[in-house]
């Protein structure tokens, strides 16, 4: 079975660039976690959906961040217009478990780089 | 909110030392402790997790401790191996969020 994919792995864009991020989750897996990591830093929780719900979004920066799971598959988080401080590793995380005391499944991450 | 603290941000250890990593946390409602491993390039996987209804699990060399009251948790490793280097995060979930809150990493180094 394949696990959480994530594309582009890597990407650099100019400050005022659209860049979108793709996460695939697991086959099956309702819930679907986006997270970034900035240098040095927590990996700090953007939002999670359920299926194609957003059941919390409160760790979204501001309104230039933009997710979707059309369908309740895969998911996409689009940023625009980029600023320097976007910059950082993007995680994507499914599970199964509802409740949310389990263990997530993380996809390689997006290394963002905004120039 | 709830507050993560993870201490030390690096570690360097001989091969066949333990190796200790702490996280204190704040809400004392919370309920569920993982601990994840990201080695280099890869992505962050689950090592081992307790619940807050228990106070110690182990998986062969690694162990996790948890003290409700004090608030803080540790993950132990005996018997380093070069392969345990990697970047460890603990996190907290449950109690007034309903999310995982990460620390901010320990980056592990395990000399040959």
């Known amino acids: 079975e394949a696990g959480v994919t994530q594309f582009p792995s890597h990407s650099v864009i100019e400050k005022g660039q659209t860049v979108t991020l793709r996460c695939d989750p697991i086959?099956?897996?309702?819930?679907l976690y986006w997270y970034r990591r900035v240098m040095g830093k927590e990996i700090k929780f953007l939002l999670h959906f359920v299926k194609e719900s957003k059941q919390d979004e409160s760790g979204m920066p501001n309104n230039r961040f933009l997710a979707e799971r059309t369908g309740g598959t895969y998911s996409t988080l689009k940023v625009q217009p980029a600023e320097l401080e976007d910059s950082g590793v993007y995680f994507c995380a499914s599970s199964q478990d509802l409740a949310g005391v389990g263990e997530q499944y993380f996809g390689p991450g997006t290394r963002l780089t905004v120039t | 909110g709830e507050n993560v603290e993870q201490h030390p941000s690096t570690l360097s250890v001989q091969e066949g030392d333990s190796a200790v990593i702490k996280c204190t946390y704040s809400d004392s409602a919370s309920n569920y402790f993982p601990w994840y491993k990201q080695e280099l390039g890869k992505r962050p996987q689950l090592i081992i997790d307790i619940r807050s209804n228990v106070g110690e699990k182990k998986d062969q060399r690694i162990a996790v401790t948890l003290n409700k009251t004090a608030k803080h948790f540790s993950l132990h490793i005996t018997e380093t191996q070069p392969e345990d280097s990697a970047v460890y995060f603990c996190?907290?979930?449950?109690?007034?969020?309903?999310?995982?809150?990460f620390g901010t990493g320990t980056l592990l180094a395990v000399q040959p």
């Open positions: 996190a907290v979930y449950g109690g007034a969020t309903n999310k995982l809150i």
């Open positions: 086959s099956g897996h309702d819930n």
